[in-house]
């Protein structure tokens, strides 16, 4: 039926082709006209210049230039015309006067030129130019006058037909528009009402026949097709309702699986992936797409695991695995069970790592501040004791206690001081630059150097200011101070420099940077990249190290904080060179 139903849509195309061959003819017979027009339009030029040579031929003879100069810049018609006599071997004797620059500059281009190059005694053409958008006449007649050749040129444009041949072109372009746009209508109508509610009901049939029952019934307005189609829409909505309710059900299944922050994975006994979450692809599989992650093999650090619950029923142990240099640390549950007569085994994958670092962290600050408060403690003790054991009767022993006592306590106070100074800056709010204030980078350099100043000299070294360029920048200022009072101290305490340099240094428009510069023993490659580190201090061989190992990532935070970076350029035995790169303007405060 559909195919006999195919021979109706000639009638819209033979309808179609007829408007087609109307509008191709019409634009023959334009073209005739066309053609036609201006052959007589060539002729008629001929014969009116044949009367105005004659009589500028007279003219010449008599020596009447000024009747002739006043009879070639006399109206022609209303059209722009350019009329010039050249005397052979004289060139121009006289042209149009008054015409448009256009025109005039049109009859000086070198192809209008040649036109009148032939040795014709006369030429007659007519030409659509590209430049000017418009038809143009051109003639040319050679004449003689007394013993004088001349050559007169005229150049016209058809402006009138112009418009009649471009109007009447968008005419003939509005038919061919609106004779494709009948056609498409009429073809369009057909396979409205004709074909397509059939074709639609057969598409909606093919469907659920193959089993998809989800795909909407096409119910047409009217007709005993529309009866036909709730009859089949009837009979697969009870279908529908039931696989509804088992997608919800592998929907909300899906939805708990991916909202396990545990890897999970169904291998089948084929040791190939059959299910998985979105943290098992992300850590098992990264950057694998969902479609890519189906049927591919078992991940290689858990195929020995799967060996061992198939052989025992299940398996538990630790497993750390490397994915873009970056550690994890599993804790990996296999269990086995059969299913429609195959064996499945069920992988869950606990990420420990965050649990170990925090258990190294507690190890090391517990280590750290016991290593670091046992010295203060030791010499308060001792302090104690002696004055319990009658120390205050003698002044010197006296006087030995109260200056322990003091300067133990003292480094005990900067020691929790240090401690609490950078769980702060570890828990301050990234938005919080709002107390941001413009600072002036000179007085940041200024500032901390006469705090550290006493003590260098009291070290022997010398504390300079080098290069600070004049930057108004935004920071806490407390906190830059505190930052560069840092990385000079640790200059002071560990550098063995005799010479201490601090800089600041505008490096383009956008950032500024602050340098600690010493020229003592450096710092080998194999620490730089721990320098920054918390409770990380540089072996010294036969010296006491000094200081707790969190100036450096107090320094390391607050250039965090100003969304900054810390840096360090060093040689062993030419110093080292520490350097704070901060934002001149902060990102929040320029919005």
Not at 148 to 156: E, G, N, R
Not at 275 to 296: C, H, S, V
Not at 356 to 364: A, G, N, P, Q
Not at 471 to 481: H, K, N
């Amino acid at each position: 039926m559909a195919r006999k139903d195919t021979v109706l849509l000639f009638i819209p195309a033979i309808i179609g082709g007829i408007i087609i061959l109307s509008i191709f003819l019409l634009d023959i017979q334009l073209a005739n006209f066309q053609e036609a027009y201006f052959q007589e339009v060539g002729e008629e030029t001929k014969r009116n210049n044949f009367y105005l040579v004659r009589i500028f031929r007279d003219l010449l003879e008599s020596n009447q230039l000024d009747k002739m100069h006043r009879m070639l810049n006399s109206n022609y018609g209303g059209n722009p015309i350019i009329v010039k006599i050249i005397a052979q071997g004289k060139g121009v004797i006289m042209e149009t006067e008054g015409v448009p620059a256009y025109l005039v500059r049109h009859i000086r281009e070198p192809e209008i030129k040649d036109i009148f190059k032939t040795n014709r005694d006369e030429d007659v053409l007519v030409k659509f130019d590209n430049t000017l958008n418009s038809f143009m006449v051109y003639h040319s007649v050679r004449f003689k006058a007394g013993t004088q050749d001349y050559v007169l040129l005229m150049a016209s444009k058809c402006t009138s037909m112009t418009l009649l041949m471009r109007q009447t072109r968008q005419g003939i372009l509005i038919l061919t528009i609106l004779g494709i746009l009948s056609t498409l209508a009429l073809i369009t109508y057909f396979c409205y009402w004709i074909r397509s509610p059939l074709n639609r009901l057969f598409a909606s049939m093919s469907k659920i026949a193959a089993g998809e029952l989800e795909y909407p019934v096409y119910i047409p307005k009217s007709g005993l097709i529309r009866e036909i189609a709730l009859c089949l829409q009837s009979l697969t909505e009870q279908l529908k309702k039931q696989i509804l309710s088992l997608r919800d059900d592998a929907n909300e299944r899906d939805a708990i699986l991916n909202a396990l922050t545990e890897a999970v994975l169904l291998i089948d006994a084929d040791g190939k992936v059959s299910q998985w979450n979105k943290t098992a692809g992300n850590l098992f599989y990264p950057g694998r797409k969902r479609e890519e992650i189906d049927g591919m093999e078992c991940p290689e650090e858990l195929q020995e695991y799967i060996r061992k619950a198939a052989a025992g029923g299940g398996c538990s142990a630790e497993l750390a695995i490397t994915r873009k240099k970056q550690v994890f640390q599993l804790l990996v549950n296999v269990v086995s069970f059969t299913r429609s007569g195959r064996c499945f085994f069920l992988v869950s994958a606990t990420d420990l790592s965050d649990i170990r670092k925090l258990e190294t962290y507690r190890s090391e600050f517990i280590a750290a501040i016991s290593h670091e408060m046992k010295t203060p403690l030791t010499g308060i003790v001792g302090a104690v004791d002696a004055i319990n054991s009658g120390a205050l009767d003698n002044e010197d022993y006296k006087k030995r206690c109260i200056e322990t006592l003091t300067l133990q306590s003292e480094r005990l106070h900067v020691l929790l001081l240090n401690f609490l100074t950078l769980t702060s800056l570890e828990n301050m709010r990234k938005d919080s630059e709002d107390s941001f204030l413009p600072l002036q980078a000179a007085a940041v350099i200024r500032s901390s150097a006469e705090v550290c100043r006493p003590a260098a000299e009291a070290a022997g070294i010398v504390l300079e200011t080098g290069e600070c360029d004049s930057v108004e920048f935004q920071g806490d200022s407390l906190l830059l101070q505190q930052a560069l009072n840092n990385l000079i101290t640790n200059a002071i305490l560990h550098s063995g420099t005799k010479r201490i340099e601090i800089s600041a240094v505008k490096t383009d428009e956008e950032h500024i940077v602050f340098r600690v510069r010493d020229y003592g023993r450096g710092i080998a490659a194999e620490h730089q990249e721990r320098i920054f580190k918390r409770f990380y201090r540089v072996p010294i061989s036969g010296t006491k190290q000094k200081g707790s190992g969190i100036g450096l990532a107090i320094v390391k935070h607050i250039a965090r904080y100003h969304h900054g970076t810390t840096s360090l350029c060093s040689t062993p035995g030419n110093g080292a060179e520490f350097r704070m790169t901060l934002p001149i303007s902060q990102p929040h405060l320029s919005n």
